[in-house]
């Protein structure tokens, strides 16, 4: 069973950046499309990003042009940079495999955005 280990998640102001890693125990990690999810309470979880094995990125509309998906196939990891955070943005943050998630979800990241 795969598991994921969500981190780096925290409290900022608007304006503010996090960058999240999710690391992952699949030892054939490269050959997954990757996506960051986030799930805000009282709504649905969502897919926000994602990062085919070749690479090419697409997002969400509501996160286009802030956040940025990358991975380390070395490090069986995948990363997610965000900029300009919103208070819409708090959410919990957790990453799978995409569009269909796969795998078991890990506990997540808790991200705030709050002044």
């Known amino acids: 069973q795969v598991q994921l280990v969500e981190s780096g998640g925290g409290l900022v102001p608007p304006g503010g950046s996090l960058r999240l890693s999710c690391a992952a125990s699949?030892?054939?990690?490269?050959?997954?499309?990757l996506g960051w999810y986030r799930q805000a309470p009282g709504k649905q979880r969502e897919l926000v990003a994602r990062s085919t094995t070749a690479g090419i990125t697409t997002y969400a509309d509501s996160v286009k042009g802030r956040f940025t998906i990358s991975r380390d196939n070395a490090k069986n990891t995948v990363y997610l940079q965000m900029n300009s955070l919103k208070p819409e943005d708090t959410a919990v943050y957790y990453c799978?495999?995409?569009?269909?998630?796969?795998?078991?979800w890990g506990q997540g990241t808790q991200v705030t955005v709050s002044s």
């Open positions: 699949e030892r054939l990690f490269s050959g997954y499309t």
């Open positions: 799978n495999t995409a569009p269909q998630s796969i795998w078991q």
